[in-house]
């Protein structure tokens, strides 16, 4: 960035500021000219919508932290107060709290199509594993700020999730104080959050800003999933795919907007509007839509790990359960060394694409049990996508790496565009 | 010239030099600095002096009729103080010899001479909710102690675990009878 040659420009204001720091060159390059692959289909939107997201996220956030109070005895009230007396709070709380939600709707088409079009496959490991970094970041901010409006959801949500930790054998109950800042989730655990909740955000802004680095230096993955060779496979980013972006944000706006406006709570939970009650347990414990599937695989391990008609036990259920939530997500970071198969696209994969689309429907059907009292039909169906869940990535996809055939691959973007168009002309 | 090199520099007995030792020292002052920097900045976030301070609580237990309860606060969470009847601590005693998860006999979970009273946290051992069980007409679970409502585990009249997904019995916390009607919680 900013070394080499550099072209004049005309304005002389620009030209003055650009040959001391060349951000107007930087800029030209990365998003004016940035070679682009001719061939995106829309699902390529996803990781500008996602920036567009955090953006307001951060904006929503600061604004509504100067009203909101981080105490155990004011914080429900406060969020009260936004909604009620705050000029437009109501609003601002409600764009921010279905922003959530939408921004890993995003996310998670943006982790979908990396996985259907190989985009994590060399060389762009390391951008696919920025990418999950940035997921991970996103899951714990998302928990602490669901914590921040102090209502019965917020309360027993953040305690069964810090229980979590009290799994791991020897320290595990002294993480859960130092967490807590106490003996239970209280006022302390509360005023971390916050700080914390603030902070997460922007470290999020840094690693989107490599995540980006690492995308400009190998250059964006295609549906076609092969390397754009000649100047005819590309396009330049501006305008082509600045107003193809811009289209495709209109779209998921309006459909953010329909909730943030119309049905502001559709996606939460009513118990949240019940003041935090450290003597009353919900009747059931939910979290946030997004969690359910990694929730029923931390569920779903029911039964201890031991050695056989004896009492001895190496895995006791509740550590069982958190290794397997954690492990769901250390698995998506091993993802480009576990898929080793030379074809990226899922279009030219037949066999993966078939385990690619029952890996997600199964995640539905993760989140739909993630949802469901643990009981009854639940249970096994949980522990079956959980089985499911583990095996696409440690027995699948091993197996198609040496079983599933190449098969002929397009000789360059361009021809292959050229030849859809003739097929479409005809 | 016999002696050009420099005194550091020269090899000892077993390969090593004056340098490495100074490398390995450095290094050593280096990590202990950083990690006595480190230290004050994770420990902030344990219990301050004043939640320490507030690490015991007194209850006053003669307005508790026998088989009732009486919730009360401790370190912010919930302790269950029950005045059990005898059938009560009879079927406590009974299923001493039960198939129990987290083995332990009615005696070693009340304190001498004040069998009837049980003093348990009241926090499932699974994940952390507050058993249903403290009120006359709440669901007490299959022994007839406490049921948490969350995952479904079913806790005996001496709050051992029976049932469910909780590995441990409700937890007894440390308390001591300052007189027959006055129990010291911490």
Known sequence: ??????????????????????????MQKEYGVFPTPKNFNYFWNFGAIAMVMLMIMIITGIVLAMHYTPHA????????????????????????????????????????????????????????????????LMMATAFMGYVLPWGQM?????TVITNLFS?????????????WGGFS???ATLNRFFALHYLMPFVIVAVVFLHVWALHVVGSNNPLGIEPKTKQDTLPFHPYYTMKDTFGLMAFMIVFVIFAFFMPNALGHPDNYIPADPLITPAHIV?????????????????????????????????GGVLAMFG????????????????????????????????????????????????????????????????FFLVILPILNKKEPVLDLPSSINEAVLAKNKKASA | MSDSKKPDDKKEENGETRRDFLYLTAAAFGAVGAGSVAWPLVD??????????????????????????????WRGKPVFIKHRTPAEIEEAKKDDTAELRDPQTDAERVKEGHEKWLVTVGICTHLGCVPLGQKDSDVKGEYEGWFCPCHGSHYDTSGRIRKGPAPKNLEVPEYTFINDTTIKIG
Request: proline share 6%; net charge neutral.
């Open chain 1, 167 to 179: 799994a791991i054998p020897l320290v595990g109950d002294s993480i859960v104080t130092l967490l």
């Open chain 1, 287 to 319: 979290p946030e839509w997004y969690f359910l599937p990694f929730y029923a695989i931390l569920r779903a391990i029911t039964f201890d790990l031991g050695l056989p008609f004896t009492s001895v036990i190496f895995c006791p259920a509740k550590l």
């Open chain 2, 44 to 73: 902030q976030m344990n219990p301050a002096a004043d939640t320490l301070a507030l690490s015991t609580t007194e209850v006053n237990v003669s307005d508790i009729a026998e088989g009732q309860s009486k919730t009360v606060m």
């Open chain 1, 73 to 136: 005895d004011m914080a429900f009230e406060s969020v009260e107060r936004i909604m009620r007396d705050v000029n437009h709070g109501w609003m601002l709380r409600y764009i921010h709290a279905n922003g959530a939600s939408f921004f890993f709707i995003a996310v998670y088409i943006h982790i979908f199509r990396g996985m259907y079009y190989g985009s994590y496959k060399q060389p762009r490991e390391i951008l696919w594993i920025l990418g999950v970094l940035i997921f991970l």
């Open chain 1, 185 to 187: 989730v209280d006022n």
């Open chain 1, 154 to 158: 917020s309360f027993w949500g953040a």
């Open chain 1, 1 to 26: 960035m900013g070394s080499g040659k550099r072209e004049k420009f005309e304005n002389p204001a620009i030209e003055w500021v650009d040959s001391r720091l060349p951000i107007f060159t930087m």
């Open chain 1, 328 to 391: 769901s997500i250390a698995l998506l970071f091993a993802l480009p060394f576990i898929d080793k198969h030379p074809v990226r696209s899922a279009r030219f994969r037949p066999w993966y694409r078939i385990a690619l689309l029952s890996f997600v429907a199964n995640a539905f059907i993760l989140g739909i049990c993630g949802g469901k009292p643990a009981e009854g039909f639940w249970v096994p169906l949980s522990q079956f996508s959980t089985f499911y869940y583990f095996a």
